[in-house]
């Protein structure tokens, strides 16, 4: 029953109360005492009814909010913790793929970037797994890395989440170099060997709270919090007190009271306990809603004082009590004078309506102010229905005119409904009423020209003869949607080009494989590598790099139809994928040819960079969709793999995928399977080859791996060195030569010969630029034993360019534990001098192709010479001892040696051989 109708029925009861008693009072005068005292008695039997119903109606009112309270809690924490957990998720994989968080300037420059400015929101943060925070989008980048270790209230809790790595909302605890209480939310990031590299944070102010529901307001006198497992609190609000440094702290460092402790473990529902309410110990009864989440390991909790539900109550009793005195007086007065009792009556009656007037008009302003639209809705048993109640709010959201009548508003919102929501609101409200049950809907609404997402819920209400009454409340959530989708946009899509990114291309394949199953269909997949992009970038600088990414990205949207999609899944790479190519491997054929003719006719328009033009060609790798076709990554491969032969041919080129491409790919695969297990199973083994002196002495060897598989036999390093490279077992596989030489070192420090000797070992790109590559090296040493000052590591001219000052750091970290580095393969890079005059070398090593070229002509062996001389007068220069590696003939050794250099390495002195033969 709404509030006007009760308002008019109560009138009726009482007017007619009145006259039943006027006549009663002229009738049996007599019997006024009588009457007057049994009246007295129902009335007051009433009243104790009333106040016992009225008990019951604010006890279940106040279950019925706080559920409601609670259960918008729990809806905003999932959808708030999800889509912070994938965006998180996002950005700490680009940070990883991008290699960006290896310099914390960089690093920080991303993540101002790409950060969501949100009330409340203080910022992104990268955390170590040792705890540092590494860095950060809102401090100072040149500042010492604070750490979790020094924070009482975060190092126990951080050891916790690196023992059971996942998405956790931490506790709350004062950040100093920011001076304010934070509560930050993390996600584990891990490397591609699956190795926890930290954790991705976005860090909250404490003092402004989470946002975990855009349009959640919190009734008064309810309060909400986030309870974890070991009864601390991660967030409550609206705080008691105002909030200081010092109440945060008192506040999150205890925790909760030990009577609320005792229903946490409950299952779901309403419980009553005792809690302190001031610091001098008085405590007060109170109603707590618990509803867990275990998905996040954490309890959403709303509270109330039973002292708000009894000073409620007995608000809701003052009318009964005021009609319960005036009826006393009317008794009263009848009993003096019936006229004067109907004169009483009468002026009871007006009072009254006048107040359930009054009433009403409180309950319009109130619902004014409350950001939900409130309505109710008759459903009559003849199958017509209207809007019953439309509070001001929800007539203001719905733009509906202020003199438009009651009966016509539900026609006017539901014209209001989205052309594409219209079924679905349909369905989901028809479905509810057949059942009895409440709904939720969230839609879209077309108001005044403006789009707005509303979220409904609906709930059966009373039923009478004529039909049933529904009540329910609309929310305004569409900035709510607004931020969802650029989390969305974010997780999605690649921050530069604003293409789809690997995970929306790898959705999109997924249909793509679906549609041409089911309608016998031919799609294609086009992996395309921009031609030595690394070598451009690394020359003009990574913001012209960028300009270049986003102008290829354009181009290729101009060559494709909106049914396409145009992905960039790493730095230089993209991907194309043609969703529809015709009914047959010949149209799909053509149509690819086509649009790789286009595609390179495209990119012979020049870039315009750094005042310059620029050609860039590229590498393409095509493979089809068939109707058979069934797996996502295996279609990737296939692309890959043609791209990579594509670059094998030469570059500039386009390979489509065919069954000789795919053995070698399946051979690649298993021997990349067969090298990881050999790795595991020890089949591996070191061959040394030694390094002589001008008198032809030994002086040190270097470590060459070799691997005689159980079944092929010896594989040529060659052939398994080069797969290795293009997964992560590379990091493997150097770390195992590594170790091994440094346990021969130790085994060879006792013998009479070999003590003095020092050992060589190569070390790959992606080895030097790991982040924890000085920590792997110094670890190996120190476990084994081994001497570092007889450690040479050797690094090539290729394996600088990029982040140079990065690598010279990790080598003069290494140089002053004692390691020593030569540069191998000197001549055939990119070196520049004056980055050679910083690098903290002990050798340079002169390419074989100088010293040992069968195939070269007279002219180009004395060119050779004249190398070789002017390397050596350089080396010494620079105060590094030279060496010269493929000696194989004694021609050979006499020339170098002539021409001073120090240390010779080669066949003609013994090929790699076993320990036991050296």
């Known amino acids: 029953m709404s509030l006007e109708e009760g308002a008019t029925k109560q009138g009726n009861e009482l007017t007619q109360m009145g006259v039943t008693r006027t006549s009663a009072a002229n009738t049996y005068v007599g019997s006024l005492r009588v009457v007057v005292s049994v009246a007295a008695w129902a009335l007051f039997a009433i009243f104790l009814v009333i106040c016992a119903s009225l008990w019951s109606r604010s006890v279940t009112s106040s279950d019925h909010e706080l559920k409601h309270v609670a259960e918008m809690l729990e809806q905003g924490v999932r ?57 950060t989008s809102f401090t100072d980048v040149n500042e010492p890395a604070p750490s979790l270790h020094g924070v009482s209230l975060a190092a126990a809790e ?28 993390r996600t584990p990031i891990f490397a591609d060997n699956g190795e926890l590299l930290g954790f991705m944070s976005l860090v909250f102010e404490l003092e402004r709270g ?103 109550w007995l608000y809701s009793l003052l009318i009964p009590f005021a009609v319960l005195l005036s009826a006393y007086l009317a008794l009263w007065f ?37 950001p939900a639209g409130v309505y109710q809705l008759r459903l009559r048993n003849d199958g017509t229905r209207e809007f019953y109640y439309l509070s001001p709010r929800a ?80 929310l305004d959530i569409t900035e709510q949607r607004r931020s969802q989708q650029q989390i969305e946009e974010l997780s ?15 959705e999109r394949i997924g249909t793509a494989l679906v549609n041409a199953k089911k309608k016998q269909r031919y799609g294609a997949l086009l992996s395309i590598d921009l031609d030595n992009f690394k070598m451009l970038n690394d020359s003009l600088g990574q913001e012209e790099g960028d300009r270049v990414l986003s102008a290829v990205g354009e181009r290729l949207l101009d060559l494709v139809s909106s049914e396409d999609t145009v992905s960039r899944v790493t730095a230089d790479e993209f991907v194309i994928l043609l969703a529809n190519t015709g009914d047959s491997e010949q149209a799909a054929l053509k149509h690819v040819l086509e649009l790789t003719d286009a595609l390179n006719n495209a990119m012979l328009q020049p870039f315009v960079l750094a005042k310059d033009s620029y050609i860039l060609t590229v590498s393409i790798g095509v493979t089809l969709i068939t109707p058979t076709a069934e797996s996502v990554e295996r279609l990737l491969q296939q692309a890959d793999q043609a791209m990579f032969e594509a670059k094998d041919a030469g570059r500039n080129t386009c390979v489509v995928f065919d069954a000789d491409i795919e053995a070698r790919m399946n051979a690649r695969l298993e021997l990349q399977r067969d090298l990881h297990r050999g790795i595991l199973n020890d089949e591996l083994e070191l061959h040394y080859q030694p390094k002589v002196n001008r008198y032809s002495e030994t002086v040190g060897v ?54 003095d000797w020092t050992m060589s070992v190569n070390v790959s790109v992606k080895q030097l630029r790991a982040d924890n590559f000085v920590e792997q090296v110094l670890s190996i040493v120190e476990e084994t034993g081994a001497r570092s000052e007889k450690l040479i590591l050797e690094i090539t001219e290729s394996m600088l360019i990029g982040d140079t000052e990065h690598a010279i750091r990790k080598m003069l970290a290494l140089r002053e534990r004692g390691v020593r580095f030569s540069l191998d393969d000197f001549g055939t890079g990119y070196s520049n001098l004056g980055y050679l005059q910083r690098l903290p070398l002990d050798q340079l090593k002169i390419d074989r192709s100088f010293v040992s070229s069968p195939t070269a002509t007279a002219e180009e062996v004395r060119t050779h010479r004249k190398l070789t001389k002017s390397i050596i007068s350089l080396g010494h220069t620079l105060d590094l001892i030279v060496v010269a590696e493929g000696v194989e003939t004694e021609e050979q050794f006499n020339i170098l040696l002539e021409q001073g250099c120090d240390i010779f390495q080669g066949y003609y002195f013994s090929p790699p051989v076993r320990s036991g033969k050296l």
């Open 79 to 135: 959808s708030h913790f999800s889509n912070t957990d994938l965006f998180l998720r996002t950005v700490g994989n680009d940070l990883v793929y991008n290699d960006v968080f290896a310099n914390r300037e960089a690093a920080q420059k991303y993540l101002q970037r790409i950060e969501l400015p949100q009330k409340g929101v203080i910022g992104l943060a990268f955390v170590t797994a040792v705890g540092d925070v590494w860095v």
């Open 158 to 185: 951080f050891e916790s989440a690196l023992a059971n790595p996942g998405f956790h909302i931490a506790r709350p605890y004062f950040f100093e170099p920011i001076n304010r209480w934070v509560v930050p939310m």
């Open 210 to 312: 989470l946002r975990l529901s855009i349009n959640m307001v919190v009734p008064e006198g309810i309060q909400v919090s986030l309870v974890r497992p070991d009864h601390y609190l991660s967030y409550v609000y609206p705080l008691v007190r105002e909030h200081t440094e010092e109440t945060l702290a008192e506040l999150y460092q205890a925790q909760i009271s030990p009577e609320l402790r005792q229903i946490m473990h409950e299952s779901e529902g309403v419980y009553q306990y005792q809690r302190k309410i001031d610091r001098d110990g008085s405590k007060e009864q109170a109603y707590a809603y618990i509803n867990p989440l275990p998905e996040y390991n954490i309890t959403a909790v709303a509270m109330r004082s039973r002292t708000k539900v009894i000073h409620e």
């Open 334 to 370: 009848a009993a003096r004078r019936a006229q004067g009792y109907l004169r009483t009556a009468e002026h009871e009656i007006n009072v009254r309506q006048s107040a359930l007037v009054q009433s009403l008009e409180r309950y319009g302003k109130l619902t004014a102010l409350i």
């Open 395 to 474: 007539r203001a959201m719905l733009g509906i005119p202020a003199a438009m009548p009651l009966s016509e508003t539900l026609d006017y919102a539901v014209d209001l409904i989205h052309q594409d929501d219209i079924e679905s609101f349909v369905e989901t409200e028809e479905s509810a009423i057949q059942r009895g049950v409440p709904f939720t809907w969230q839609g879209r609404l077309n108001v005044n020209n403006d789009l707005l997402w509303v979220n409904i819920h609906s709930r059966p209400g009373e039923s009478d003869a004529s039909g049933n009454l529904w009540h329910g409340v609309m």
């Open 492 to 506: 999605y899509y690649d921050a530069l080009t604003h293409l789809p990114n690997r995970a929306l291309l790898h």
């Open 702 to 755: 270097e470590a060459l791996v070799r691997w005689r598989h159980p079944i092929r036999g010896m594989i040529a390093p060659g052939d398994f060195i080069t797969v290795a490279e293009q997964s992560a077992d590379i990091i493997l596989l150097g770390s195992w030569v590594l170790r091994k030489a440094c346990h021969k070192l130790v085994e060879w420090a006792d013998h009479e010969v070999r003590h």
